[in-house]
Structure formats: C-alpha cells, structure tokens
C-alpha cells in the first residue's frame, strides 16, 4: 500500500516532465478565416459580393461546409452557385486579411466594410484603413500576397 502512495504521485511527475520536455510544433493555421463557431468570413455570403455588389449577411438556413468551415449564403441559388464553383467565389487567401498576407502574416477580417473585388476575385482586409494601405499598390500586393500564400499558414507567427 505505501508503495502505491508513493509509486503513482511519482508516475505521474514523470509523464508531466515529459510532456514538458517534448518540442513544441508550431500550429498550423486553418486554411480558412473562421470564428470560433467554424463560420467562414463572419458569415457573410461570399456570392452576394459578386451579385449583389455588396456584402450580404448569410443564414444559417442556407450553410454548407468546405474546406473545414461553414459557409452561409442569403439564398439556396447563392449556396448552389457557390458548390458549383466555390474557388470563383471563396475570397483569397482564404479569407484572410490580403494585405497581411502581402506582408507574410495573417489577420482577421471586416468583409462588411472591407473588400474589394479585383480581376473577378474577392479580396477582403482587416480593416478599412489598412484596406487604404493594401489599395496604393493592388497588383504588387496581390503578387506579395500570392507568393507568401499558403506558406504563411503554416509559420509560427501570431495572427
């Protein structure tokens, strides 16, 4: 009995030093911008932006999941348009912010007051005045962007 006492303490010492000692991994980033709900581009409809020309909010109603999130849309004709071709309509970079991407890090987004389509795709930024910074220089922030692009998932700095 004493030896239980004693064995299962240090048992349990030894499995916490060595989960201590393991190396940490850097975490890998999702690949899509989502909520702590799962919900991509703050629920907004990534179709809405190209038929409407505005942001739209989406409905629960009308989800569907890719990529690992769920993806809302204001209408069933939205949410089969978009199956039908999600990659013409997802924003770039995943959702992320376009003009952190450009800079090599990624950060959340405002697709209510921040996004532009460009070349028939949609970019969204963090906010609109880091927007005003990513639109001095569109094509050579679009070319950062994609270079860093899908590299900076997988780098270890803080979003």
Known sequence: ??????????????VFC???AMPLQAETKSEIFKNWRGIAIKGYDPVAYYKEGKPVEGSSKFELNWKGAKWRFASAENRDLFISEPEKYAPQYGGYCA???SEGYTAGVDPKNAW???????????????????????PGNIKKADANWPGVLSSDLVE
Not at 1 to 14: E, G, H, Q, R, T
Not at 121 to 126: A, G, M, Q, S
């Open 99 to 101: 003009w952190a991407v």
């Open 116 to 138: 532009r389509i460009v070349g028939g795709k949609l970019y969204l930024n963090y906010n609109v005045d880091i927007q005003k910074k990513w639109a001095k220089d569109i």
């Open 18 to 20: 060595t989960a201590l």
């Open 1 to 14: 009995m004493y030896i239980k006492k004693i064995a299962f303490p240090l048992v349990v010492a030894a």
